[in-house]
């Protein structure tokens, strides 16, 4: 069964930015799809990035646009991480941040419903 733990969370200051890593603790990520998600207080869990398999569909990054151009997603399958540097961020970026898995195309790649293995969650606080 695999197992995520997400890392790197934590209060920056309105245009800074911080990396959000997302490491399988059990099992390998190599044929999973991982999405990043993010939930801020009273709103829908909403897509933020995805990044596909390496295999197939060669490591194919979606963004919301709310994020583009200032997200990036990456990922390391040796060291089954996949990492979001956050650039530029907002106070509207405040969330809870989530990452997940799942063997998915990347046209499902950012649809929450899709995906069966979660992080914890850990939370990332912009101020103004």
């Known amino acids: 069964q695999l197992q995520l733990v997400e890392q790197g969370g934590g209060l920056v200051q309105s245009g800074g930015s911080l990396t959000l890593s997302c490491t399988a603790s059990?099992?390998?990520?190599?044929?999973?799809?991982v999405g990043w998600f993010r939930q801020a207080p009273g709103k829908e869990r909403e897509g933020v990035s995805c990044?596909?398999?390496?295999?197939?569909?060669?490591?194919?990054?979606t963004y919301a646009d709310s994020v583009k151009g200032r997200f990036t997603i990456s990922r390391d399958d040796a060291k089954k991480t996949v990492t979001l540097e956050m650039n530029s961020l907002k106070p509207e970026d405040t969330a809870v941040y989530y990452c997940?898995?799942?063997?998915?195309?990347?046209?499902?790649?950012?649809?929450?419903?899709?995906?069966?293995?979660w992080g914890q969650g850990i939370q990332v606080t912009v101020s103004s």
């Open positions: 997940a898995a799942d063997v998915l195309e990347f046209q499902k790649c950012l649809l929450e419903g899709e995906y069966d293995f």
């Open positions: 990044i596909t398999a390496s295999a197939g569909s060669m490591n194919y990054p």
């Open positions: 059990r099992g390998s990520l190599d044929f999973y799809a």
